[in-house]
């Protein structure tokens, strides 16, 4: 067994990956700088009663006895973990690096998409478990059934060759990984354009080993020009259909080759969700019945639609949505819930915002109704070199422009202070751990 450190441990990628070298019997060491700031964060308690063991992020945790260091992406070249780590001559490598290196021991299941990978990937592992199949499990999202005091829900270790990973575009690595089976969700705008995200679904097609799993409905995938593919659709003929769709606020169900099948958590966005888990197990000789049997009670991943507050007149729920695409699915989802909805939004990053500033603005401009509100919170700034040449003010103004009623807070406490405006407030964003805690403090202070 190997001893390993994790430099940015508390990142969504490393977490799973150090979490699931702990529990195969690793020697596992880590820090971040989230944890130097926080030092009661509980996502630090989870890991040491896993035994993991937290240093600061100062150098101070690494000497020669590492086998290797692991270093999130969001790590600088300049950290002194990372100069330690070269001074020391240690094995190096990145999140990606070591990712790839450990897929490559399973029978691996890649999870692939600009939109969806947390909960497909979360609910695939999910079923996989609960029909028996010990499958191994690494994601970005914390699938709420798996979190205990030991595990923050974003990893389980099992005992087949099985291997359910999400595979992120967003740097570029996902034209290493040669899985066995491949899911392609969607190909929309978010950390690459989308021609070059395309690209890249194509490599990871050509490198799966066994079985495709395309979304007939995304014109953008159709570009990828895939072979062999088994196909899942809401709209159009394909090897695994969705019909008789029926949606209620916060759930959906449908039929596929006659067995009914029902999710608790709503859109149709978590409809094609399970319709790519249902083709890839299907494909896999499961049959639909005992799917269904088990997708039934999936409880979702952490921050994906998490309801705070639910008592007939007031509403309150917290989402990952951050790219224009998950916004949109995120804005349709919610607005049965009534005429007059509050969106309060954290862009995530400087460079993301100005990437897709044009592509927010459409969003909120097709999706804001005449009664509803977005409240826009300051860019989420996590650390590093970023340039500061955008702000929520410049998203406002343009969002503002096009008729729709749109304003920039300066911080938090400025909601609060009018929080009594609103029934119905749905708060999102990505990287940011913070905001669940702001949706549940949000919550309590209307009740």
Known sequence: MAKLFFSGIAGSGLSALASFAADKGHAVAGSDRLFDRMPTHPFLRTMRAKGIAIAPQ??????????????????EDDNPEAVKARAANIPVA?????????????RAIAVAGTSGKSTTAGLLAYVMR???????????GRVKQFRDERNLGNAISGDSDLLVFEACESDGSIVDYAPCFSIFMNAELDHNPIADTVAMFAVLGEKTGEALIVNADDGNLARCHFERAVTFSLEKDAHFRAESLAHSPFSVAFRVRGVPFSLPLPGRHNAYNALACIALLATMGIRLSDIAAVMRDFAGVERRFDIHLRNGRFLVIDDYAHNPHKIAALMETVRDAGPRICYVFQPHGFGPTRFMRREYVDAFARHLRAGDSLMMLPIFYAGGTSVRDISSEDLCRDISASGKRAEALPNRQALFERIGEWDKLVIFGARDESLADFSREIAERLR
């Open 58 to 75: 100062d150098g101070s945790g690494i000497d020669a006895s590492f086998d290797c260091v692991v270093f999130s992406t969001a790590v």
């Open 130 to 140: 609960g029909l028996g199949m010990q499958p191994n499990f690494l994601g970005g």
């Open 94 to 106: 990145t999140r990606p690096r070591f990712l790839s290196d450990t897929i490559s021991r399973y």
